[in-house]
């Protein structure tokens, strides 16, 4: 019952923007954590952003200044909004929560940045 559906990945050179959306359903969104990943080729999948649900958020020092994430609960949405893109941003996307103890991943969105 519970679906994360990302969308928004694209190509975009660098020192673009790109905004991406993760739509859940099945959870009372608003009592959620969110989070993105992110997996580069070769790499392990690293949090990008995290919201809290009171709408705290925490990023990494190598996306700091340049992300934000965001929450729409009216739509139960979380948004990752992307700045000053980098080649080394390139991977897929997935958006991330907990229900009932339960990790829960859409199947991500591929964002990558030329340079």
């Known amino acids: 019952q519970v679906q994360l559906v990302e969308s928004g990945g694209g190509l975009v050179q660098a020192g673009g923007s790109l905004r991406l959306s993760c739509a859940a359903s099945g959870i009372i969104f608003s009592t959620k954590p969110m989070a993105w990943y992110r997996q580069a080729p070769g790499k392990q999948r690293e949090s990008v952003a995290v919201?809290?649900?009171?709408?705290?958020?925490t990023y990494p020092d190598s996306v700091k200044g340049r992300f934000t994430v965001s929450r729409d609960n009216g739509k139960s949405t979380v948004y990752l909004q992307m700045n000053s893109l980098k080649p080394e941003d390139t991977a897929v996307y997935y958006c991330?929560?907990?229900?009932?103890?339960?990790?829960?991943w859409g199947k991500g969105t591929l964002v990558t940045i030329s340079s």
């Open positions: 991330n929560t907990y229900h009932l103890g339960v990790p829960y």
């Open positions: 919201i809290s649900s009171s709408g705290g958020t």
